[in-house]
C-alpha cells in the first residue's frame, strides 16, 4: 500500500499520454490514452489503473503525463483488503473517440475497446 505508480511508455508511443478519466470504476481508477505507431499507422490504447489508494494530485481529463511522472498509489479501494494494482491494456476501436466518452463504463464496453495482452504493447524490460 502506498507504492508510487509511475507512468509507463507503450512500445513505439507517439509522444506522451492523456488522462481521459480519473475516478471511480475499478476503485479509484486512472485511464490514460497512448498513442502508437503499429504497422505503419497510427493506433490509440488505453491503460487502466485501478484500485489505486490516492491519484497524484491535478490528474484530471486532458491533463498530459510523460513517462515516469508517478499517477498514483497502489491501494484497495473497490478491494478492500487486497492491497494491489489493476493494469488493464486494451486497444481503442477504430473510429471511436475514447476522449469523447463521458461515462466511465463505456470506455470498456466492447464496442469502444478491447482487451489486449498486455506484452504486446508494453516495453520488455533490458536483458529480456
Do not use: W
Amino acid at each position: 500500500r502506498g507504492t508510487p505508480i509511475p507512468m509507463i511508455a507503450l512500445d513505439h508511443q507517439q509522444g506522451d499520454a492523456e488522462v481521459v478519466y480519473a475516478g471511480p470504476l475499478f476503485g479509484t481508477t486512472l485511464v490514460t490514452r497512448h498513442t502508437i505507431r503499429e504497422g505503419g499507422e497510427l493506433r490509440d490504447y488505453i491503460l487502466l489503473f485501478g484500485h489505486l489508494e490516492a491519484l497524484a494530485p491535478g490528474l484530471t481529463k486532458g491533463h498530459v503525463v510523460h513517462a515516469g511522472d508517478v499517477i498514483g498509489e497502489v491501494g484497495d479501494t473497490g478491494s478492500p483488503e487486497l492491497v494491489h494494482l489493476h493494469l488493464e491494456a486494451r486497444r481503442v476501436r477504430e473510429g471511436v473517440d475514447i476522449g469523447s466518452i463521458t461515462i466511465p463504463n463505456d470506455l470498456l464496453a466492447t464496442e469502444n475497446s478491447v482487451v489486449c495482452d498486455p506484452r504486446n504493447v508494453l516495453p520488455l524490460r533490458p536483458g529480456r
